[in-house]
């Protein structure tokens, strides 16, 4: 075996040094590949506003979080196969180009997020990337406990929600509120994507977080429900968002 030259400690001395920079950008690198494959995937779906666990950060009772980061997985369904196949034939009744099967036509996605907590509870971020989603969302405190949220997803769908905390405890916290969704779909035409159609819904919105033990930091489950109508189509939309993760 031949003994290490100055070019192979040069070499191990400069990964030692830059390990952290060299992780950083692989997450980067990963994050980034998710990204555009989000962009290329078709029929992206409104994601999960994970900033909405800033809900439960109390001072009234014990908090569920202590730390000011949390990171995870969520996934989303929306039965709306009805909805945008009646959209389809509103929009485009005389349209033979048209074929009404809409990209994406469940709503399924899956992706990972993190999310950035104001050390008061006022305020959180949260950016999602993954499998047809990608989105950044915001929760602000605006008295007691009512909170508004914000979401914008790829390609152009929007969520606004007013809730208020109506559960919080070290175990279990609910919220339950009114909600506005604007969602974009995407339809066929032959191998080709032609137009990309809007639909407005209101309704409400309710969001579960349920933690795994009674430590402040630790992993949790949760649930998010919008159940809402939409007057252009007269139709319900729905959508049934699950989240995991870690604070």
Same mark, same amino acid.
Request: hydrophobic letters at 35%.
């Given at each position: 075996?031949?003994?290490?030259?100055?070019?192979?400690?040069?070499?191990?001395?400069?990964?030692?040094?830059?390990?952290?920079?060299?992780?950083?950008?692989?997450?980067? %690198?990963?994050? !980034?590949?998710?990204?555009?494959?989000?962009? #290329?995937?078709? =029929?992206?779906?409104?994601?999960?506003?994970? /900033? *909405?666990?800033?809900?439960?950060?109390?001072?009234?009772?014990?908090?569920?979080?202590?730390?000011?980061?949390?990171?995870?997985?969520?996934?989303?369904?929306?039965?709306?196969?009805?909805?945008?196949?009646?959209?389809?034939?509103?929009?485009?009744?005389?349209?033979? %180009?048209?074929? !009404?099967?809409?990209?994406?036509?469940?709503? #399924?996605?899956? =992706?990972?997020?993190?999310?950035?907590?104001? /050390? *008061?509870?006022?305020?959180?971020?949260?950016?999602?990337?993954?499998?047809?989603?990608?989105?950044?969302?915001?929760?602000?405190?605006?008295?007691?406990?009512?909170?508004?949220?914000?979401?914008?997803?790829?390609?152009?769908?929007?969520?606004?929600?007013?809730?208020?905390?109506?559960?919080?405890?070290?175990?279990?916290?609910?919220? #339950?509120?009114? =909600?506005?969704?604007?969602?974009?779909?995407?339809?066929?035409?032959?191998?080709?994507?032609?137009?990309?159609?809007?639909?407005?819904?209101?309704?409400?919105?309710?969001?579960?977080?349920?933690?795994?033990?009674?430590?402040?930091?630790?992993?949790?489950?949760?649930?998010?429900?919008?159940?809402?109508?939409?007057?252009?189509?007269?139709?319900?939309?729905?959508?049934?968002?699950?989240?995991?993760?870690?604070?």
């Amino acid at each position: 075996d031949r003994s290490p030259n100055n070019s192979d400690i040069v070499v191990v001395w400069f990964l030692l040094n830059h390990l952290n920079s060299l992780r950083m950008l692989s997450r980067l %690198l990963f994050l !980034t590949t998710l990204l555009f494959g989000a962009l #290329l995937f078709e =029929g992206c779906v409104t994601h999960s506003p994970m /900033s *909405e666990a800033v809900i439960f950060h109390s001072k009234e009772k014990e908090p569920f979080q202590e730390n000011s980061k949390e990171r995870g997985f969520s996934g989303s369904y929306s039965p709306t196969k009805n909805t945008v196949l009646r959209l389809a034939e509103l929009e485009y009744p005389r349209d033979p %180009l048209y074929d !009404t099967r809409p990209a994406n036509r469940n709503g #399924l996605s899956a =992706g990972i997020y993190l999310t950035k907590y104001d /050390s *008061e509870g006022r305020y959180a971020i949260s950016g999602t990337t993954g499998i047809a989603v990608t989105g950044v969302d915001a929760t602000v405190k605006i008295w007691g406990r009512n909170y508004f949220t914000a979401g914008v997803s790829v390609p152009g769908h929007l969520q606004l929600y007013l809730q208020q905390r109506t559960v919080n405890n070290s175990m279990l916290g609910m919220t #339950l509120g009114l =909600g506005y969704q604007r969602s974009i779909f995407t339809f066929h035409a032959g191998n080709s994507f032609i137009d990309e159609v809007s639909l407005n819904s209101y309704g409400l919105r309710s969001y579960l977080f349920i933690k795994e033990d009674e430590n402040t930091v630790g992993p949790f489950r949760s649930v998010g429900i919008y159940i809402g109508y939409a007057p252009s189509i007269e139709l319900p939309v729905v959508q049934i968002s699950f989240q995991g993760g870690h604070f």
